[in-house]
């Protein structure tokens, strides 16, 4: 049997981004990363986290955030103080509606694999605006980098750094939001990945 999931082995299992499988299951979202974004949020930073362990990345960044005066409104279950639970699941427009008054969404992975992409850093594209991005090293090999900030264990003062200026700039803001999203269409990438399935079948058989 071939395996799709978040990294590859040379038997059976073959790398796909999780967020290729979003796409294909709601292609209707797709074409929201063309529309225009004319308008500024008013909001500057928000998550929605569910739940998180204690000595994670994550909390670490959100505790740095804040302890540099970058305050973040969190709508999820985890560390909440909006006053109220974002509804919906992984895809729901509210959760979207939500995203969309802020500048900034950190969207941290739960985990850090080589194809590791999820819908963390797809909704805040869809909603027109920045993902604050911790996760896939290779997210760069399919969603543009001037479009996301990126932050890492060894570079999150450098991103913090980027997160002020780009808070205090609205044209950089806009500049950021404008541009293209994805390397690569996500048609283009489902072919590739049905080629190497097909590959490997063949290299199996023999």
């Known amino acids: 049997d071939i395996v799709l999931g978040t990294n590859e082995s040379e038997i059976n299992r073959i790398g796909c981004p999780l967020y290729i499988l979003y796409q294909f299951c709601k292609p209707e979202y797709v074409h929201k990363v063309d529309k225009p974004v004319s ?16 000595n ?7 505790d740095t955030l ?19 639970i974002i509804s919906g699941d992984w895809h729901s427009p509210a959760l979207q509606d939500f995203q969309a008054q802020y500048k900034c969404i950190l969207a ?18 869809y909603a027109g605006v920045v993902p604050i991005y911790y996760g896939c090293p290779r997210v760069g090999s399919y969603i543009n980098e001037k479009r996301i900030i990126c932050v890492s264990e060894s570079n999150y003062m450098d991103a913090i750094e980027e997160i002020q200026k780009l808070l205090l700039d609205n044209n950089k803001f806009l500049e950021m939001v404008r ?17 190497r399935i097909r590959s490997r079948i063949a290299t199996i058989s023999l």
């Open 66 to 84: 804040m302890r540099y005066g970058i305050d973040v409104d969190m709508g999820g279950l985890y560390r909440n103080n909006t006053g109220h």
């Open 108 to 125: 941290l992975e739960n985990g850090v694999d080589e194809y590791y992409i999820s819908e963390k850093i797809i909704n805040p594209l």
């Open 179 to 195: 541009q293209p999203v994805f390397i690569r269409p996500y048609t283009d990438i489902i072919d590739d990945i049905i080629a």
């Open 39 to 54: 308008a500024v949020p008013s909001g500057n930073v928000c998550a929605i986290i569910r739940q998180c362990h204690e």
């Open 56 to 62: 994670s990345f994550r909390n670490f960044f959100i």
